[in-house]
């Protein structure tokens, strides 16, 4: 099971993180098309949603508060989903078909996040898990609990 969460967090995170980078690398090309769709300040706001992203996917990645990095894909994929994919307005039925399809996208990643934030942390392998082992060394020497030692 622990071989399946790793892989899992890697394609998950990796995703998030490629489009991360993806976001900063064409921020200019991608600020156009926020612009089409009514998004202020569109450039800032594809920089901005490219830091999430990429900070998202990779503490998803790592391990490294995990639920933090969920809450910030979470906080991108929500209001994206209803500024840029607004399938219910479209009139044409291929581009309405084709906003529902990333509408829908979203949504069910939204919800793999959200089951993700149940995940008890640390996760297993690790950032987390391994500072709270490595904590764990220098609270116990000698079998003496070094917290409870006066100050």
Do not use: C, T
């Not at 976001?23 to 200019?28: A, C, D, F, G, V």
């Not at 990429?54 to 990095?69: M, T, V």
């Not at 949504?107 to 640390?122: D, F, Q, S, T």
């Not at 391994?130 to 904590?135: K, L, N, P, Y």
């Amino acid at each position: 099971m622990r071989a399946l969460h790793v892989l899992g967090r890697l394609i998950f995170g990796g995703f998030f993180a490629y489009n991360g980078v993806n976001h900063l690398q064409h921020s200019e090309e991608m600020g156009q098309y926020a612009a089409a769709k009514g998004v202020p300040s569109p450039q800032q706001a594809v920089q901005a949603s490219g830091a999430m992203l990429l900070a998202g996917g990779l503490s998803i990645i790592a391990g490294l508060k995990p639920k933090q990095g969920l809450a910030a894909i979470i906080a991108f994929l929500i209001p994206v989903s209803f500024q840029m994919h607004r399938f219910w307005e479209e009139q044409d039925p291929l581009k309405k078909q084709n906003e529902m399809i990333h509408f829908m996208k979203n949504m069910a990643l939204v919800g793999a996040a959200l089951a993700l934030m149940k995940v008890e942390e640390p996760w297993p392998a690790s950032i987390d898990a391994a500072r709270a082992e490595d904590e764990e060394m220098f609270v116990r020497l000698g079998g003496r609990d070094l917290r409870a030692l006066p100050a």
